[in-house]
């Protein structure tokens, strides 16, 4: 085929159907007899195979061109000696997320994945993209604006290419559109509802995202690696997330992330994350990843890295810019860490592995999953936390996570070359200028536990842990969620008193040792018993009352703390300080650090 042209347009009759009606054409001086129009099964970023073709509907082809369907998400177009093929359809797009598409009557959010036809074979054939929106709706997208529409009431925008038009999502509606500069270049916020921000909050949301992004430049030489970034913020109660893209941003946040200083640092952490993606992993790519492959699973075992490591940069910026406390960021590792000790599946699945298997494992969660496998988001941010401790004590304060990614962005990231595979302890140990194999071997290659306590010490810090439940005297060890008035099982940790005693995930607790539970706390029901103690548990199960004999297990202790010695040296607070930029408050004379 010569040089192709394609054009998408886009236009939204009746938003209160969810229906996107999408027209595509594509026309060179010389068509071939027939070409493959594909929809991707998945959008970079988010490792699962979604099948958003699922949503296509009404597919059909302008005569002479015919369409047939080849396979799920691919048609293919018979052109009849046309020059000319036009394709029409319509998608459903009613699901909010950062990596779905929905459209009502305020809004319409486009996920280019989800939406846009590719030619197969050809990723670098661009595309004119026109949309056609309800009178008085504006745009935000990365895509740059094209002049001269086929219809002069529509958008127009350009995709140089399909990778481009798959990256650039974008957001039309009633939104609120705020625009700032962060070191010289353009960022906006295009925030959805608008009436649901106030507007201080909006003043004090573009000032603390300013301060991430500065921060967060330094990293990467000061400078940021786009000329312009949208920040598309969707305020809402379905959920929360993010997706990030080469220069611009999908989040999704509650409309009270603005009502606690927990809930506001939460956003913040979201905005810090998806904005450091654009160096590291979009970017600064694995392999694995390079060059992206729409319609099957792309592999890396790096996720540890390319997704905790931007966990633990999300957070650890907000304390080095000044966003956090000190304490507030050790809470928040402290939490991490919790996690992984209520997760059974850190014992199973090496942190590597659970990066290769996202496409299986972590976003098709199951009751089993927290028994089978770790999240290398929040195991990855631990593992990334206690490497950069261990380098920066093994290299006497040479080396540190942030020369190893700044070394990553200078050879790979800003020469646009991916990392390979198996490179990365090699890369660590080369900047670092120390074996870090053990490291390795232990935290990342091997479902192995992790030893706190030493990493931890070298930076003149502890761990306590101790049971949420003051007054708790023994366990059972399930996880129980409120289920229309019932208390039911939600997960059964492996090895814990629940799991040896045959209980199952979705079995209604009717009553433990002969009392009726109230609510889903079973901790009353299990006061007087202790550790080996053999109490009975009577459950519903497909109709049935079953009672289970189980042996308790001592109380877990998942309250998690990260506290500062009172003891420690100097050298592990000088340590201290060089990691987070400021002295641990508890050796100014402050109350919260570890006898």
């Known amino acids: 085929m010569t040089s192709p042209a394609m054009v998408h347009r886009v236009s939204m009759p009746d938003p209160r159907t969810h229906l996107l009606h999408v027209e595509t054409t594509v026309s060179a001086k010389a068509l071939p007899d027939a070409f493959v129009l594909f929809m991707p099964v998945w959008t970079p970023g988010s ?35 046309a020059s000319v093929a036009v394709v029409r359809y319509r998608v459903y797009a009613n699901e909010l997320t950062v990596r779905t598409s929905h459209l009502d009557e305020s809004h319409a959010f486009l996920v280019g994945a989800a939406v846009f036809l590719g030619l197969e074979g050809r990723p670098e054939v661009g595309a004119r993209v026109e949309i056609a929106a309800p009178s008085g709706w504006r745009i935000a997208t990365s895509l740059a604006a094209a002049p001269g529409a086929g219809d002069p009431a529509a958008y127009c925008l350009d995709a140089p290419d399909f990778h481009t038009l798959v990256d650039s999502p974008i957001e039309l509606g009633t939104h609120r559109d705020e625009r700032f500069e962060v070191l010289g270049t353009p960022h906006r916020y295009a925030i959805w509802p608008a009436g649901a921000i106030a507007d201080a909050d ?51 946040a509650s409309p009270a992330s603005f009502a606690t200083r927990d809930a506001y640092l939460d956003l913040l952490s979201l905005v810090g994350h998806e904005a450091f993606h654009a160096w590291n992993v979009k970017r ?4 694995g990843l390079a060059p992206y492959r729409y319609e099957d699973e792309c592999y890396t075992r790096l996720l540890w890295w390319f997704e905790g490591a931007t966990s633990y940069y999300d957070w650890r910026v907000l304390a080095v810019a ?56 929040r195991k990855g941010e631990v593992v990334c936390a206690l490497l950069d401790l261990e380098i920066r004590a093994r290299s006497e304060g040479r080396a540190s996570l942030d020369r190893i990614l700044a070394h990553l962005w200078e050879e790979y990231g800003a020469k646009g070359r991916a990392v390979p595979e198996d490179a990365m302890q090699g890369i660590f140990e080369r900047i670092a200028g120390v074996p870090l194999g053990d490291l390795f071997d232990a935290w990342i290659r091997s479902p192995a536990e992790i030893d706190y306590a030493h990493t931890l010490a070298l930076v ?59 609510g889903t706390n079973v901790d ?72």
Not at 72 to 77: D, Q, T
Request: aromatic fraction near 6%; glycine fraction near 8%; charge should be positive.
């Open 322 to 377: 000044s966003l956090c406390t000190v304490e507030e960021y050790l809470d928040h590792l402290a939490g991490e860490i919790a996690y992984l000790d209520q997760t059974p599946g850190r014992l199973v699945h090496a942190l590597e592995d659970a990066s290769y298997d996202a496409w299986i494992k972590l976003y098709r969660p199951d009751e089993s999953s927290p028994n089978t496998s770790v999240s290398y988001y």
């Open 47 to 81: 490792y699962l195979v979604r099948e958003y073709s699922r949503h296509v509907e009404a597919f059909t082809a302008d005569l002479p061109a015919r369409a047939t369907k080849v396979r799920k998400n691919a048609w293919r177009i018979e052109t009849a000696g």
């Open 460 to 518: 003149g810090l502890t761990l306590e842990r101790t049971a949420k439940a003051e007054s708790a005297t023994s366990s059972l060890g399930m996880r129980l969620r409120a289920e229309g008035g019932r208390c039911v099982v939600a997960s059964v940790p492996r090895d814990s008193a629940a799991w040896r005693a045959g209980i199952d995930a979705g079995d209604e607790v009717i009553a433990v040792c002969g009392t009726r539970t109230e």
């Open 202 to 252: 909006v003043r004090r949301l573009v000032a603390d995202t300013r301060a991430i992004l500065e921060t967060e430049a330094k990293l990467f030489g000061g400078r940021l690696p786009y000329a312009a970034y949208e920040l598309l913020l969707h305020l809402s109660t379905r959920g929360r997330g993010g997706l990030e893209h080469a220069s611009s941003a999908a989040l999704v």
């Open 284 to 287: 600064i790519r694995p392999a």
């Open 524 to 595: 009353l029901a299990l006061r007087g018993h202790h550790r080996g103690d053999e109490v009975d548990v009577v459950l519903g199960r497909d109709g049935r009352v079953l009672t289970r004999r189980a042996t308790l297990d001592p109380p877990r202790l998942d309250r998690v703390k990260v506290l500062a010695k009172r003891d420690a040296p100097a050298g592990a607070r000088a340590a201290f300080a060089a990691w987070l930029g400021q002295a641990h408050p508890a050796w100014s004379g402050r109350e919260g650090s570890a006898p």
